[in-house]
Every structure is written in structure tokens, then in C-alpha cells.
């Protein structure tokens, strides 16, 4: 079921298997930024499956030791990012919140449905060392890397804004879902800072979105209002089980972090190949403005790979092929538009 008026997103693979004709088993689905190796899933005790999570399992610990997160800092797991989106905004009184524009779309409809001011930041408005627009907002979410572009900000830049928003009570919000495996990107070393937000998710880099797991490392008085928001077992034993033991697992992390990195690399320079050097992006999707986006995408479609398309601007997001198999069909499929992207 589409419910109306909720933002659009990749992944919809069986509308577009009906709506192209061509069998669901076919197609090389790159429209969302998930890691097409995940994290290899174990074994999950019958226990874990049969008794109510245990709150006092570590996971907590774990999850704030792994995102290098101090002492003062307090970790709510969550059900996937997603689900912190959802209920952040119940958490305050009236506010004038930004939204990075581009930007995920869920951050604004959710702070908009809970009756807050919304406005829509483009990187130019927030470009500079000139932070004066951060004075007519109460709360700025942000996304770094940002989703669909990739921009980041340097998080130095982002406790400035943090400090300068909660001077007058302001909270910043920083969505990480994309910063696995950067360096020295996250805000986590940071958090327990009064009023800021830090959102990380099992999702993407750990190739996990159907497990719904991720974290919010917070201030203790925002970590109580958001836990109590959430209700008792927001995360599922085999999650916060699973969650645990992929945190753990730093080998797989750097290994992947690297694999990402090269892959990432290499989607760049496909698309390059192709007429299509413009692209910006982060380890797992590469981002591409293109007045003919909706041409490309179509022409995509029509040979069953599924990428992500944006109308305004005309863009296009490509998550990584995973086998070469897929990265062969994708480059047969652009060099069959060679007429479309070159005009
Ligand atoms: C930037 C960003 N944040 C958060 C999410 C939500 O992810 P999850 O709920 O799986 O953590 C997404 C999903 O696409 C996303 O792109």
C-alpha cells in the first residue's frame, strides 16, 4: 500500500517489474544505498527469539563503545533510524526546524506532521563560515554525508552549529546514516554534547535494512524523552542480538570500509566513462544531476536495472552493482545510451 502523501523512495522493485514486464528475478536493483555484501548474519538463538528483549543486555555499552561515543553520552537503540525520525519531533513544543534540501525526505514530513515550521536549506544557503541563518531555527536536522548529494560538512563546523542553536534551548539533529566507514566524520565523539542528536543505522554500510536497527547517541534528558516515546522493547530480540555482534565485528568493518571505497570509486568512473562525470556521492551511491535524468532512468529500466530518480533537479542516485556480473550489466546497459546521455 502507497498511503498518500508520504515521501517516495527507492527499492520498489515489484512496481517496477509490473510496470516494465520484466520478471522480478531479472533485475539489478540499484536504487537504494544499501551495501549489496552485508554483514554475514549468524546463527540467532531459540531463546532470543522466545523470550522479551533484556534492556540490560550491554548493547547500550556496545553501541556507544564502537561509535566512540564518552562517558556522558546515553544510546537509545532504535528500530532503524527511521523510527528516532518519527518520533523526535513529538519531543518538543512548536519549532522552527531546517531540513537539508535536497535532503531524506522523511525528516521534514515528520517535523511537518507534528505541527512544527519546516524550511528547506540548500548547501549554498548554509555555505560560508557565516552562521547567522542558524538564529531564525530552533532545531536543524542535518545529514552527513547528505542523501541524495553527498555533501559534508565538516564536523567542527556542525558542533558550532550545535553550540549556537542550544544557546537558546535548539537541539541539532545529525542523521549519520551514511557515515560508516569515514573517517573522522561523525558527530559520536561528541555526543552527550546538551541538544545534539546523532542518528546511526544498521542499514546501509552493514547492508542490514531489514533487520530495523540503528541508535540515537543523545543527552541523557533527550535520551529519556525519546525512550519513553519509543515504549518498552522498541527493537526486537534478534535485533538488538544481531546489532551487538555486527558492531563487534571490526575485521568485517575495515575490510568492508575499503571494499566500499574502491567500488564507490569505480561507479565513478563508470559513469564518467559514459559521458557522465558529474557525479557526487558517498561510499555506497554516487549522485547525478542530468537534465535527461528521467531519459536515463527510463532507458535503465527498459534493460531491468532499477536506479533512483529525482524530478527537481533532474538527478539520478545509483547504489554499487554487487557481483561483476552486475557491474557488466550496467555498463552494457549505459553504453547502449550513449544517444540519450551525450545530448
Ligand atoms: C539519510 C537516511 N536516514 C535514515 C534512513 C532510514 O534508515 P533506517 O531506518 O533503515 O535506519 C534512510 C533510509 O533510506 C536514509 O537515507
Given amino acids: ?128 563560515g557565516y552562521e547567522r541563518w542558524l538564529d531564525d531555527l530552533d532545531v536543524l536536522v542535518w545529514i552527513n554525508p547528505n542523501n541524495p548529494d553527498g555533501h559534508t560538512v565538516p564536523p567542527e563546523r556542525l558542533i558550532g552549529w550545535c553550540k549556537r542553536l542550544h544557546e537558546r534551548g535548539g537541539w541539532l539533529v545529525v542523521d549519520e546514516a551514511f557515515a560508516d566507514g569515514c573517517d573522522q566524520i561523525s558527530l559520536a565523539p561528541f555526543a552527550g554534547m546538551p541538544g545534539l542528536v546523532v542518528m546511526r543505522s544498521l542499514g546501509k554500510f552493514f547492508g542490514l535494512a531489514g533487520l530495523r536497527a540503528g541508535a540515537v547517541l543523545t543527552d541523557d534528558r533527550i535520551a529519556q524523552a525519546l525512550a519513553e516515546a519509543l515504549g518498552p522493547w522498541p527493537l526486537s530480540g534478534p535485533a538488538r542480538y544481531v546489532m551487538a555482534r555486527a558492531l563487534a565485528d571490526e575485521e568485517w568493518q575495515s575490510s568492508t570500509a575499503q571494499r566500499l571505497r574502491a567500488n564507490s570509486a569505480r561507479l565513478h568512473r563508470l559513469l564518467a566513462h559514459h559521458g557522465l562525470a558529474d557525479s557526487s556521492g558517498t561510499l555506497l551511491f554516487r549522485y547525478l544531476p542530468h537534465p535527461d535524468a528521467r531519459s536515463i532512468a527510463d532507458g535503465l529500466a527498459s534493460q531491468g536495472i532499477l536506479v533512483r530518480y529525482f524530478d527537481s533537479p533532474p538527478a539520478l542516485r545509483l547504489g554499487l552493482p554487487g557481483h561483476e556480473a552486475q557491474w557488466q550489466k550496467l555498463e552494457r546497459a549505459l553504453s547502449g545510451l550513449s544517444n540519450v546521455i551525450d545530448q
Fill in 1 to 128: 500500500m502507497k498511503v498518500s502523501g508520504q515521501p517516495e523512495h527507492g527499492g520498489r522493485l515489484n512496481a517496477a517489474a509490473e510496470r516494465w514486464g520484466i520478471p522480478l528475478g531479472q533485475w539489478l536493483d540499484l536504487s537504494t544505498g544499501i551495501n549489496p555484501f552485508a554483514w554475514p548474519l549468524p546463527d540467532v538463538p531459540a531463546e532470543v527469539w522466545q523470550r522479551l528483549p533484556e534492556p540490560d543486555d550491554g548493547l547500550e555499552q556496545t553501541v556507544l563503545a564502537w561509535a566512540g561515543a564518552p562517558d556522558v553520552a546515553s544510546c537509545v537503540p532504535v528500530p532503524g533510524s527511521q523510527a528516532a525520525i518519527m518520533a523526535l519531533p513529538g519531543l518538543r513544543g512548536p519549532s522552527r526546524v531546517g531540513v537539508p534540501a535536497p535532503g531524506y525526505l522523511e525528516h521534514g514530513h515528520w517535523w511537518a506532521r507534528a505541527g512544527h515550521q519546516v524550511m528547506g536549506l540548500s548547501p549554498q544557503q548554509v555555505a560560508g
